[in-house]
């Protein structure tokens, strides 16, 4: 028996993907903005990883990372995969 049937649909997968990002954006913007950043200590670092948007089950994160879309990261948080 395969895990075919156990795999998310291929829109579900593209929408979470979507909200993936747009929660990735958000969360970079978000920390780019907090006030009391001292410019001196170079303080222009990326976000790394976020925890994925809990409207979708791990199971999807999880595929989307076996697709090489995402990256687990640890602790349940997931980074954009490899970009082509």
């Not at 649909?9 to 593209?14: G, I, Q, R, S, T």
């Not at 990735?24 to 976000?47: A, F, I, R, Y």
Request: glycine content about 8%.
């Amino acid at each position: 028996m395969t895990d075919a049937a156990n795999e998310p649909a291929p829109e579900v997968l593209k929408l979470a993907y979507k909200a993936f990002k747009k929660r990735l954006k958000l969360t970079s913007l978000d920390n780019q903005s907090k006030v009391g950043k001292n410019p001196l200590t170079g303080g222009n670092w990326g976000v790394e990883a976020i925890v994925p948007p809990d409207q979708y089950p791990r199971e999807v994160w999880d595929a989307l990372a076996k697709l090489g879309k995402l990256r687990y990261y640890k602790d349940g948080m997931y980074s954009l995969g490899q970009q082509p």
